[in-house]
């Protein structure tokens, strides 16, 4: 290993994250694979990542080496130390779940399996989130004259949840939907003065993507909620949360979405006065 082999997993990731637009295709597909799935990288074979990956064994030694490690499995010692640090991922987990034969064979059952991966989702979520950047992105809500929410298809609930919380905090806010097809027009309203909440899940939405790449071109703070730290929106953050909620077959829930979607909002009427209303202090006021 190298001076500039990350030593670590977190400086791995951020080396994969500031990284992954230089990469070619196939190493970006690796990447995107290591991310979301660490105790597979950590635990096994080079063989079997590589199948599970979709790659040749050869492509997974180009991609250590192009982060300055003499081979693979050097890379994997990262992994390893993060895996023994803490149970399985999220998403082994679920796919544990997912993986058994048949689906439960009552409603019962099924509630059972919904209740067990939506409780590790909230756990993952109260693991993972960062309090610096929860109070960043209170902040800039704070602070901002007018706050535009963004959410297509499966993420519009979440969006719709804000935007129903930010009214009724009485905050200036609008839901950027695209009628009329008017979705650019309404977006290019937003200026530095204002916020973006933007939410996207994979398949991610391209109309999601251009309204964050115009509010970043018009210096506009941007809170993004998204699965993978890798995609566009998320590099183009000023405040990212990475949130993965539960999936049990083929089925994903939005709880873990909707709950740090409440935290936001609320903690954002602490932080403004419960009862301070219109013609308050806070920029946000009407």
């Not at 992954?20 to 597979?40: E, M």
């Not at 492509?59 to 399985?88: C, D, N, T």
């Not at 919380?165 to 950027?176: I, P, T, Y």
């Not at 993965?244 to 932080?271: G, I, K, N, Y």
């Amino acid at each position: 290993m190298n001076n500039t082999a990350p030593k670590d997993y977190e400086s791995l990731r951020a080396a994969m994250s500031e990284r992954y637009d230089t990469l070619s295709k196939r190493l970006r597909q690796i990447a995107k694979f290591a991310w979301d799935n660490p105790t597979i990288m950590a635990m096994e074979t080079t063989s079997v990542i590589a199948e599970r990956a979709g790659v040749q064994p050869s492509a997974l030694i180009r991609f250590a080496k192009a982060f300055g490690y003499s081979g693979f499995s050097e890379m994997q010692r990262p992994f390893q130390a993060h895996v023994a640090s803490r149970s399985a991922s999220y998403k082994e987990r679920f796919r544990e779940v997912a993986d058994t034969d048949g689906a439960p064979d009552s409603p019962m059952g099924l509630l059972r399996e919904f209740s067990e991966a939506n409780q590790q989702a909230l756990q993952h979520l109260l693991e993972e989130t960062e309090s610096t950047e929860l109070d960043r992105a209170v902040s800039l809500l704070r602070d901002a004259e007018f706050a535009y929410i963004m959410g297509q298809r499966r993420s519009f609930p979440v969006a719709s949840y804000i935007y129903y919380n930010l009214n009724h905090l009485e905050c200036r806010a609008q839901l950027l939907t695209g009628m009329g097809g008017m979705l650019m027009e309404h977006a290019n309203s937003m200026g530095p003065r204002d916020v973006l909440i933007a939410i996207s899940f994979s398949p991610y939405s391209d109309d999601t993507a251009r309204v964050v790449a115009a509010a970043r071109k018009k210096k506009v703070p941007v809170v993004v909620i998204t699965d993978s730290s890798l995609n566009a929106i998320a590099r183009q953050a000023t405040v990212f949360f990475d949130v993965h909620d539960a999936e049990v077959f083929s089925f994903r829930s939005l709880s873990a979405s909707m709950c740090l979607a409440q935290a936001l909002t609320t903690a954002l009427a602490t932080s403004r006065g419960a009862g301070k209303g219109r013609g308050g202090k806070t920029a946000r006021s009407k």
